[in-house]
């Protein structure tokens, strides 16, 4: 069965790091862009860090630059967000997609992704 396991979030205070996992099982990412999106409570889904799985170009919203990294593991069945230093504002549920778009054009813009993970809670408290 194909499917994405996304995983690591968690409550952390302001400042703290926490580093979600999206695990691929039945395929690989080989082919496809590999993005971690999030909403808030009472707000529509965003794109936060996308990546190319072949050649790891990669695309992060402002708020997070510098402070977030987008990786992948030499399988490609994993694929990585380390977050640092975060904000409250960051408190969202996360989940992670896979499309064969573009890595920065499936951040930027809705797309109707050919796989979706179920959501991981992560809350920063202040």
């Known amino acids: 069965e194909v499917q994405l396991q996304a995983s690591g979030g968690g409550l952390v205070q302001a400042g703290g790091s926490l580093r979600l996992s999206c695990a691929a099982s039945?395929?690989?990412?080989?082919?496809?862009?590999v993005g971690w999106f999030r909403q808030a409570s009472g707000k529509g889904r965003e794109g936060v860090a996308c990546?190319?799985?072949?050649?790891?170009?990669?695309y992060y919203r402002d708020n997070v630059k510098g402070r977030f990294t987008i990786s992948y593991n030499i399988a490609r069945t994993t694929v990585y967000l380390q977050m640092n230093n975060l904000k409250p504002e960051d408190t969202a549920v996360y989940y992670c997609?896979?499309?064969?778009?573009?890595?920065?054009?499936?951040?930027?813009?809705?797309?109707?992704?050919?796989?979706w993970g179920k959501g991981t809670q992560v809350t920063v408290s202040s």
């Open positions: 039945g395929f690989t990412f080989r082919g496809y862009s």
């Open positions: 997609g896979a499309d064969p778009g573009p890595y920065d054009g499936i951040c930027r813009y809705t797309y109707d992704m050919d796989w």
């Open positions: 990546i190319d799985s072949g050649d790891g170009r990669s």
